[in-house]
């Protein structure tokens, strides 16, 4: 089942939260902000103009055909898929995921770069300041192109566990059956993962 996107703008106005799809109406430096609805034209980009804009991939909205779907490979338990971007480095074509949590406070999380048939198996690595307007790559080659999948989640502040609920809703009425409580922690589950590793070896 399909989640109406008025739908969900309506749950976040139920909450009191006035919502504008559109974060930033311009940026300067490496940070890409979500477009939201409004033209090109209006826009202060500050990076050349073959880059793709942002995708708009939030709930029940589809993807062009063009743009790999990753939506159901990401979702993870405890944690909310923010988006996810394409690179090219001296490696070749590279995927990363971002994350917030579900529950508790709010944690950025950004996965490795992954190659496009791994990506489906990508898993938190490190902290992420992706809650600043957009999703930021300092120091790197500026993405071929960035897809959103809940940029009212962008930014921390004190809504940010309502905005989470709602669109928690979102995803249940798509039919999700991820533990959405459960608490995520990077460092244990880096730990619960290390002690995973070692039990398989010492029966390998």
């Known amino acids: 089942m399909v989640y109406e996107l008025g739908q969900l703008y309506d749950d976040i106005e139920l909450i009191g939260v006035n919502y504008e799809p559109n974060l930033v109406s311009g940026f300067k430096g490496n940070i890409i902000p979500f477009p939201g609805t409004e033209p090109v034209s209006d826009l202060d980009y500050s990076f050349e103009e073959d880059n793709?804009?942002?995708?708009?991939?939030?709930?029940?909205?589809?993807?062009?055909?063009?743009?790999?779907?990753?939506?159901?490979?990401?979702?993870?338990?405890?944690?909310?898929?923010?988006?996810?971007?394409?690179r090219k480095n001296e490696?070749?074509?590279?995927?990363?995921?971002?994350?917030?949590?579900?529950?508790?406070?709010?944690?950025?999380y950004a996965s490795k770069q992954y190659r496009e048939a791994d990506f489906p198996h990508a898993e938190p690595d490190h902290k992420s300041y992706a809650a600043e307007d957009g999703i930021?790559?300092?120091?790197q080659e500026s993405p071929d192109y960035i897809v959103h999948t809940?940029?009212?989640?962008?930014?921390?502040?004190?809504?940010?566990?309502?905005?989470?609920?709602?669109?928690?809703?979102?995803?249940?009425?798509?039919?999700?059956?991820?533990?959405?409580?459960?608490?995520?922690?990077?460092?244990?589950?880096?730990?619960?993962?290390?002690?995973?590793?070692k039990i398989q070896k010492a029966y390998a």
């Open 52 to 86: 793709e804009l942002p995708y708009d991939a939030r709930p029940g909205v589809i993807l062009p055909p063009e743009i790999p779907d990753f939506r159901p490979s990401l979702q993870r338990n405890g944690l909310l898929l923010l988006g996810w971007d394409k």
């Open 136 to 139: 930021e790559f300092y120091g």
């Open 150 to 197: 809940a940029p009212e989640l962008m930014m921390s502040n004190p809504m940010h566990g309502e905005l989470r609920k709602a669109h928690i809703k979102a995803l249940k009425k798509e039919g999700s059956g991820l533990d959405f409580k459960y608490s995520y922690l990077l460092t244990k589950e880096r730990s619960r993962n290390t002690l995973a590793r």
């Open 91 to 108: 490696k070749g074509e590279r995927y990363t995921a971002y994350w917030v949590t579900s529950t508790g406070t709010a944690r950025f």
